[in-house]
């Protein structure tokens, strides 16, 4: 148990590394469509480099409340679809039951038989 653990500590520093090291080549390569003018000039140089991470900050912020949204979301239609399959299950076998009767009587005798031979054998 306490090697997973530090497997999934392990698991989960690379995982930040490595998207530290694609959010720091993301601003150093590319540049998004964003250009903020200011008095008529666009902001170039250091100044659109701290635009970006913010930028970057703020991108991960929303996508984390989103999943953090989505989460809950899922959970309910989860339940949702229990209850709804446990009641498709509650009618199902209502329906069936007079029908399975006759099976279940068998195999109950059959069950008490082998319950007699277990305690014979046990004692």
């Known amino acids: 148990m306490l090697k997973e653990a530090q497997m999934v ?4 520093l690379i995982t930040i590394a490595l998207l530290a090291v694609y959010m720091v080549v993301s601003l150093a390569v590319t540049s998004n469509g964003l250009s903020i003018v200011v008095n008529g000039h666009e902001i170039t140089g250091p100044m659109q480099g701290f635009l970006d991470l913010g930028e970057m900050i ?3 912020i929303v996508l984390f409340c989103v999943g953090i949204l989505l989460a809950f979301v899922f959970t309910g239609v989860g339940l949702l679809l229990v209850g709804v399959f446990a009641f ?3 009618v199902l076998a209502a ?6 009767i006759p099976l279940l009587i068998p195999l109950f005798i059959l069950w008490m038989f082998c319950c007699i031979i277990k305690s014979i054998a046990k004692s």
């Open 9 to 12: 500590k392990k698991l989960a």
């Open 58 to 60: 703020i991108a991960t």
């Open 88 to 90: 498709v299950l509650i």
């Open 95 to 100: 329906v069936l039951l007079p029908f399975i």
